[in-house]
């Protein structure tokens, strides 16, 4: 594949309503955090193009509700997914119970080699907090994650990337190994519809 053709990623955050996942790609995307982030209603998405070891990406970004109302039409996008963040809230130990739910729902429906980073959210709010960090490190080891703990609202732009970069580095070789793949089978298959058939020799008939 060349360097300069363009892959396209589609990055999915799931979770539980207000656990940050907003606030989270706001961070990334900005570097900045709105205290007045409203809820995200059904999906929502914005994107964003990087140059990521010589090769460019146009990711989007899929942040999704968290109301359970609106889980049938999230599991829509799952498909179509090429990396998802589960998000929980580290003072919400419900947002934590329920990652079970979301992560088997991802994997019932997305390719089987998706790469799927969990990331506790929230980290400042150290009176509140209700998961540990090494409950975190044990859950995700457990269900084969990366895993990243931060807070949207005081940790830097940088240190956010650190993470979203992670996920998408993952992503993109996958991407770049299934176009090779691809791009290998239409070779093959445009070889074998280049087969020349000589055409059958006429007979010679006698005169007379």
């Known amino acids: 594949m060349n360097s300069d053709q363009e892959i396209n990623l589609n990055i999915i955050l799931v979770g539980e309503a207000s656990v940050g996942k907003s606030a989270l790609t706001e961070k ?10 409203k809820p995200t209603v059904g999906t929502d998405f ?8 010589d090769v460019p990406l146009n990711v989007r970004f899929w942040d999704t509700a968290g109301q ?23 003072t919400n130990k ?23 980073m969990l990331i506790g959210n929230k980290n400042d709010l150290i009176e509140e907090r209700q998961i540990s960090t090494e409950q975190g490190v044990d859950f995700s080891k457990k269900l084969g994650l990366f895993f990243f703990e931060t807070s949207a609202k005081d940790d830097s732009k940088e240190k956010i990337e650190t993470a979203f970069s992670k996920l998408i580095t993952e ?20 070889k074998g519809e280049m087969i020349t058939i000589e055409p059958p020799k006429s007979k010679e008939k006698n005169c007379c």
């Open 46 to 53: 914005v994107k964003r193009s990087i140059v990521l070891n």
């Open 28 to 37: 990334y995307i900005s570097g900045k955090f709105d205290h007045k982030t």
């Open 171 to 190: 992503a993109s070789l996958i991407a770049i190994e299934n176009n090779k793949k691809r791009e290998e089978i239409g070779m093959n298959k445009a």
């Open 68 to 90: 359970e109302k609106y889980r049938a039409m999230v599991s829509k996008f799952y498909q179509k997914a090429n990396g998802a963040f589960v998000v929980y809230d580290v």
């Open 94 to 116: 419900q947002s934590f119970e329920l990652l079970e739910y979301w992560i088997k729902s991802i994997r019932e429906s997305s390719p089987e080699n998706m790469p799927i």
